[in-house]
Each structure stands twice: as C-alpha cells, then as structure tokens.
C-alpha cells in the first residue's frame, strides 16, 4: 500500500536522546486519541527531544491540532524539545492559519531535527 494511503502510527522509535513518531493518513477526531496515547507514553520517558514525522499525513483537523498542542505543552513541561517534520501543505496552512506554527519548531527534515 502506498504510504500516503495507510493510516495510523506507522512507528515510534529511539534514536539517541529523540523518540520519533512517524503518523500517516488523517489526524482527526477518530484516530487523535491514539495519538495522544503514544504521544503521553514518548513522553513518559522524558526524550530530549519528541519528533513527529507528519510527511504521511495529508489531512489534519481541530482534534489533532489540540492533540499537538497537548504534546508541545507536555514537552515543555519537562524540559524537552518539541518537533514537527516534513509538514505537507494542507497541515501547513493549519497550522499558518492558527497562528501556531509560531510555537511549534517545523523542519522539512527529520535529520535536521536529530541535529538541532
């Protein structure tokens, strides 16, 4: 199946002192609680830093703005750094619309974010 066609957490992995989540399809009301899920148990663990890889995910609404959030401010919390990659346009304009892309760190590259 094409990547852009699946759904759901493709992978949550350890890279150093960053988990990368790697989420496909559509961050909406029906799938942002498994989100939030993975997204409190990577933040259980207190990573460095918290990379969402989002380059599959081509549609994403209010719930999983909020879900966002929700991670940045956990993130924040504890000291961490908090990553979106590969944002394709669609998520891009949400976030531009909301004026939140001023809060996130947005990179085209999950090496970058490894980097930073």
Do not use: N
């Not at 199946?1 to 992995?13: A, D, H, K, N, T």
């Not at 790697?22 to 498994?34: I, K, N, R």
């Not at 991670?71 to 949400?94: S, W």
Request: net charge negative; with cysteine; aromatic share 8%.
């Amino acid at each position: 199946m094409p990547e852009q066609e699946r759904q759901g957490i493709l992978s949550v992995r350890e890279v150093g002192s960053s988990t990368i989540v790697t989420l496909a399809g559509e961050v909406d009301l029906h799938f942002s609680p498994q989100v939030h899920d993975v997204l409190d148990r990577a933040c259980g663990r207190s990573p460095e830093r918290l990379i969402l890889d989002l380059s599959a995910v081509g549609y994403m609404d209010s719930s999983g703005i909020g879900t966002l959030v929700w991670g940045y401010r956990r993130v924040q919390g504890y000291g961490g750094r908090f990553f979106l990659v590969g944002l394709q346009d669609k998520v891009k304009a949400l976030l531009e619309i909301t004026q939140l892309q001023q809060f996130f760190t947005v990179l085209d590259r999950l090496d970058e974010a490894l980097e930073a």
